[in-house]
């Protein structure tokens, strides 16, 4: 059996990723998902185990210190992972498998996984990802600003990518990453 292709889609908070990524399984149902792991607090209309297996501190670090994690990071003060059992079980499968994830989770993720593919999703200017994660009303400013300072340094490694794509237009973006997913499996 073939084996199945770990496709990675990342960029800055606030640029639209999860958004996409919602969008890309509607339009490539074949496609499986696997949920992270945050000690963040839920936000609204999100549910534990279906957008993240929300946890404690101390759950999520005896996870990491087991190796349960394929990559994690500390992003803003809270933790965020993803669990390695249920991602590799669906690859051995056969199954393609979508990750929404941090810069620093993809990183980790390309250096064990060579072989999946990265996709990096860029704001289409600095201005607009503050207008978006403002417009969240889920921070403080100064959330807010830590944000966009840690944006600006992740754009700047954005070319360690395989990819890179402008959320400037979500139809377009969406359709410029089922073209990378779908040359990736060779259809």
Not at 95 to 112: F, H, S, T, W
Not at 119 to 137: D, K, N, Q, T, Y
């Amino acid at each position: 059996m073939k084996k199945g292709l770990l496709i990675v889609l990342s960029g800055p908070s606030g640029v639209g990723k999860g958004t996409m990524y919602s969008r890309l399984l509607k339009i490539m149902p074949e496609l499986t998902v696997s949920v992270s792991a945050t000690t963040r607090k839920p936000r609204d209309g999100e549910i534990n185990g279906v957008h993240y297996y929300f946890m404690n501190k101390e759950k999520f670090v005896c996870m990491r210190e087991n190796g349960e994690f394929l990559e994690w990071a500390e992003t803003v003060g809270n933790y965020y992972g993803t669990p390695k059992a249920p991602v590799l079980s669906k690859l051995s499968e056969g199954k393609d498998v979508l990750l929404e994830i941090d810069v620093k989770g993809a990183r980790q993720i390309k250096a064990a996984y060579p072989d999946c593919v990265t996709i990096f999703v860029l704001p289409p200017s600095e201005s607009e990802l503050a207008r978006r994660l403002r417009g969240r009303g889920t921070e403080t400013d100064e959330q807010v600003k830590a944000r966009l300072a840690l944006a600006v340094s992740e754009i700047g490694e954005s070319g360690e990518f395989d990819h890179r794509v402008v959320n400037a237009d979500l139809d377009t973006a969406v359709a410029e990453v089922t073209d990378i997913i779908r040359k990736a499996k060779g259809e």
